[in-house]
């Protein structure tokens, strides 16, 4: 596993390089295979890095996007990733409705995760068992070291057979449907995009405590993981 952290003055310096490098490596991932599919996470960090890459030229062409987890909310709800997404790139990037594969949040929560599931599948022509393969994978983590929906302690942090799951979050009362952590692992390229004094302890803990996935969810990784950070969020590295 190769390890990269890519440190900023700024989080618009962070989110711009972050946005940078997904533009980069889905032209090579489609320029190899053709096309390319992305997973992009929500909160509020990345919306700076979506309202740059709406500003850049790029070609969206054969490019998938994915959400690596998203609130049980209507799409139209101030707390639903999707929107954010809307607001931020989507209204103003030429992507065809065909290649956004949001998670279906008007159904209920289990029903939602078979559905993104199926989509999942179907774009990806997995056969019955097999994970798939995001050639680029958008990251963040919240102060509690938590990445995707999948929080301390919860026990589909164990699935490594899995491609989502509806889960309940107690501390957010909250449904959410979210990629599981077989799909993480297997992701060819990892973006985590994590600023802010608040995740400073959480940064130290997920790169440097003991490897404790259950406890520390953000360090689940894949074989190539990129940080890219502030130095509020740097402030306990060194
Ligand atoms: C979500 C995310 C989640 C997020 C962290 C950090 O739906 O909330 O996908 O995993 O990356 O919660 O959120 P902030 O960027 O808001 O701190």
Not at 152 to 173: D, F, H, Q, Y
Not at 179 to 195: D, N
């Amino acid at each position: 596993m190769s390890v990269h952290i890519k440190r900023f003055a700024t989080p618009a310096e962070a989110a711009e390089a972050c946005g940078a490098e997904i533009f980069r490596l889905l032209n090579a991932a489609r320029a190899a295979r053709g096309s390319a599919t992305l997973a992009i996470s929500g909160g509020s960090t990345p919306r700076i890095m979506f309202e740059w890459m709406a500003k850049q030229t790029f070609d969206w062409n054969a490019i998938d996007l994915f959400w690596v987890d998203e609130r049980c909310v209507p799409a139209d709800d101030a707390q639903s990733n999707y929107r954010m997404t809307r607001e931020s790139l989507l209204d103003h990037a030429p992507l065809a409705p065909i290649q956004i594969h949001r998670v279906k949040t008007e159904l209920i929560p289990d029903e939602a995760a078979e559905a993104y599931i199926d989509d999942i599948s179907r774009v990806f022509h997995l056969k019955p068992g097999e994970l798939p393969v995001f050639d680029v994978l958008q990251r963040g983590m919240g102060p509690d070291r938590h990445t995707a929906s999948l929080f301390p302690s919860e026990p589909l942090i164990e699935n490594r057979t899995g491609i989502a799951a509806a889960v309940w979050v107690e501390k957010m009362k909250q449904h959410r449907v979210t990629l599981l952590p077989g799909v993480l692992e297997r992701a060819r390229r990892t973006l985590c995009l994590v600023t802010g004094p608040d995740k400073a302890d959480g940064l130290r803990d997920v790169l440097f405590a003991p490897r404790d996935p259950l406890h520390i969810p953000s360090q689940i990784s894949s074989a190539e993981m990129e940080w890219f950070v502030d130095a509020a969020a740097a402030a306990h590295l060194n």
